[in-house]
């Protein structure tokens, strides 16, 4: 349909430069007030057309036929008022043909050919005939070879402007095909990962428990009780079995959804500060700078996954900058921005090229560069984003946007 609407208006105004170019330079008479009574007409179907194509569904076929089909009465309408068959112009039927074939289901194309055949059989014996004027210098002959010469380039130009752009859709539509399939690979694999995470947590919690109970025994038996280092170790061997028992947990109640299924009410800043400070104890990166910049505080449903995804940042940029990371949330209009900086190698151009894709990594090790193929992944359910960039002072800097709406806390109604 918006090619259509674009095609239409240079028809407009292709043909009201004919109008007055024939009848005001050439002399030659032309009924003036139906003639342009059909531009008006053109330009208030062009009107209706965009009108619909800002409405939230899909244009039809009907509509497109429609739309076609009065493209042909008004070009038929032009043609009865300017010589009929014996106007030049008549091979503009073609494009409408063109159009058709190109645009409109097969039976639809078939009625436009009907309908245009119609059109060209009733104007070479129904049509108001051009007169020139007296000592006009041209005969009717030449004039209309030099209108053929015309209607030919016209028709040649509309048709590589629209076919070019057609293909270009095309092209667009099949890159967005890809696209799709690619994000369901995608997904595909993130479904597996889900399910062995899942598996390997369930199998993980029964020898997990198992420790947890024997280092409780050991606890209790007098030669430990006695010796306090031994003790001290037994506590710290304690804590970590427990640290593993809640990674199994968060594997096991986030497994198989983008969002996690223990969501609680808090805030912003509230919820990151408590993750940052979460990290910073369990990995002891004292050398951890954050900056909170976000502003005015706003309510957000906590959620597990994206934990998760701020650890994998934080995890990516201590591994290869143990040194020093800067920490920063930000607030961009209505977006949530986290944005974590290191001081490391920065990334490989093919890295940053395939940014979000899984495996891309420069780490040797089996199954290294799944954690920002799932960062960006969360992003991408989530409505927001993921960029990469290596900063000029050396090292990286990751950026998370996310919309505040997708995490915004809802309102329940009690009925009340």
Known sequence: MLQLVQLRWLAVAGQLATILLTHFAFRIDLPLPPMLAVLLGLVALNVASIALLRLPRRITNAELFGALLLDVAALSAQLYLSGGATNPFVSLFLLQVVLGSVLLDRWSTWVIVVATSLAFAV????????????????????LHVQGM????????????????????????????????????????????????????????????????????????????????????????????????????????????????????????????????????????????????AFGPDLPIASDIVLQQVVYNLLDNAAEVSPDWIGIRLSRDGDELVFTVNDSGPGFAADQLANLGKPYNSTKPRLGAGLGLFLVGNVMRKLGGSLVARNRAQGGAEVTLRLPLASIALMEQDDGR
């Open 123 to 142: 104007l070479t014996f129904a049509y108001r005939p051009i007169a020139l004027p007296p000592g006009f210098g041209v005969t009717l002959f030449r």
């Open 149 to 292: 010469w015309v209607c030919f380039a016209l028709v040649a130009v509309l048709l590589v402007l629209f076919v070019t752009r057609i293909n270009g859709n095309l092209r667009a539509q099949d890159a967005r095909l890809a696209d799709i399939r690619q994000q369901a690979a995608e997904e595909e694999h993130i479904v597996r990962i889900g399910m062995l995470a899942s598996g390997a947590a369930h199998e993980l919690g029964t020898p997990l428990s198992t420790l947890s109970v024997i280092l409780g025994d050991w606890r209790r038996l007098p030669t430990i009780a006695r010796d306090a280092e031994l003790r001290q170790e037994l506590e710290e061997m304690q804590a970590e079995v427990q640290r593993c028992k809640a990674i199994v947990t968060s594997i096991l109640l986030s497994s198989g959804d983008a969002r996690g299924e223990e969501s609680a009410a808090t805030t912003v800043r509230v919820f990151l500060d408590r993750v940052v400070a979460d990290w910073r104890a369990a990995r002891g990166h004292a050398k951890a700078d954050y900056v909170d």
